[in-house]
């Protein structure tokens, strides 16, 4: 059983650049959510998707989107970045059966300078 | 406005030890608590959980009390071990069919010595 994985493990970008997050499930689930983690701080909910629509977001700006796909990977864009986008951004995969059970990857180190 | 919070940044214990996290929340809605694990570079690792419906959760050396009066719940580990050193993060859910929206605290880290 393959587990959630994420690419890139780092990234460095500039101030106003635009970056593509990506994220495959762990086997069987169907339901894609992606957090942020500033330092210092807890994973904070950016969005959920499932069945390829988006179902449930955060508190976050317009230009935080995504996608799912039909084989339940995902990925997170953020358009814009500002120095505070700086995180480690972590992509969870769950399915009905699991429920509140989330599957973390590893995450993806963004760096904005 | 912090809806899940933990007040102690680190603990530490020794090995063989009971260590004791807690955590407290303000919302009155949240009915599914989880505690999650996290190793430097590695993601999150689902620990243990408790329904709002109950007072306490086992599973081997964990145990998670709820108490929904006081709107507070801790994580028992005994005995303590080095290789349960990490940062513990409580969260919490609201339900809502299949909206798995969790709310983390900002996390305990505990370092256990041998």
């Known amino acids: 059983e393959t587990g959630v994985t994420q690419s890139p493990t780092h990234l460095i970008k500039t101030r106003g650049q635009q970056v593509t997050l990506r994220c495959s499930s762990q086997s069987g689930h169907n339901t894609v959510s992606w957090y942020q983690q500033a330092l210092g701080q807890g994973p904070q909910f950016i969005f959920q998707y499932y069945r390829e629509e988006e179902n449930g977001r955060g508190n976050f700006p317009p230009r935080f989107s995504g996608l799912q796909f039909p084989n339940y990977s995902s990925e997170l864009n953020v358009n814009a970045l500002e120095l505070d986008d700086s995180a480690l951004y972590l992509c969870a995969s769950s399915s009905t059966g699991t429920g509140e059970k989330l599957f973390f990857g590893s995450g993806t180190q963004l760096s904005v300078l | 406005d912090q809806q899940v919070k933990q007040n102690s940044p680190s603990l530490s214990v020794q090995e063989g030890r009971i260590s004791i996290l807690n955590c407290d929340y303000t919302?009155?809605?949240?009915?599914?608590f989880l505690w999650y694990k996290k190793y430097p570079a590695e993601g999150p690792t689902f620990l243990i959980s408790?329904?709002?419906?109950?007072d306490k959760n086992e599973d081997g050396r964990f145990t998670v009390f709820l108490n929904k009066s006081a709107k507070h719940l801790s994580l028992h580990i005994v005995p303590s071990q080095p290789g349960d050193s990490a940062v513990y993060f409580c969260?919490?859910?609201?339900?809502?069919?299949?909206?798995?929206?969790?709310?983390f605290g900002k996390g305990t880290l505990l370092t256990v010595n041998p």
């Open positions: 408790i329904s709002s419906i109950k």
């Open positions: 919302n009155s809605m949240f009915d599914y």
């Open positions: 969260a919490a859910s609201a339900g809502g069919g299949s909206n798995y929206k969790l709310t």
